[in-house]
């Protein structure tokens, strides 16, 4: 999982053309993690074998709230980036 989250941030470096180094990391793991937590709540947990009977999808209004927490975190360790 953590590799997974590396990666993410490689690929948002150079995306956004940010460095890592004095960007407050935390708010980075946790804006990627949620994102990882809708994307696999909505569409991963129904593309594998086990069918289960309490499976269910985020709600809409969840589904928002979770996206602009993570969006409100990216954005604001770019603010908060040491200097």
Known sequence: MFAG???????????????????PFFLLFFANLLLILVLYRNKLQFSGWYKGKEVKRLS??????????????????????NS
């Not at 589904?63 to 603010?79: E, K």
């Open 5 to 23: 989250l590396w990666l993410l941030f490689s690929v948002e470096s150079k995306l956004f053309l940010i460095t890592l180094e004095g960007t």
């Open 60 to 81: 809409p209004q969840a589904t928002n709230v979770l996206i602009v927490v993570a969006l409100l975190a990216f954005v604001s360790s770019l603010f908060l980036k």
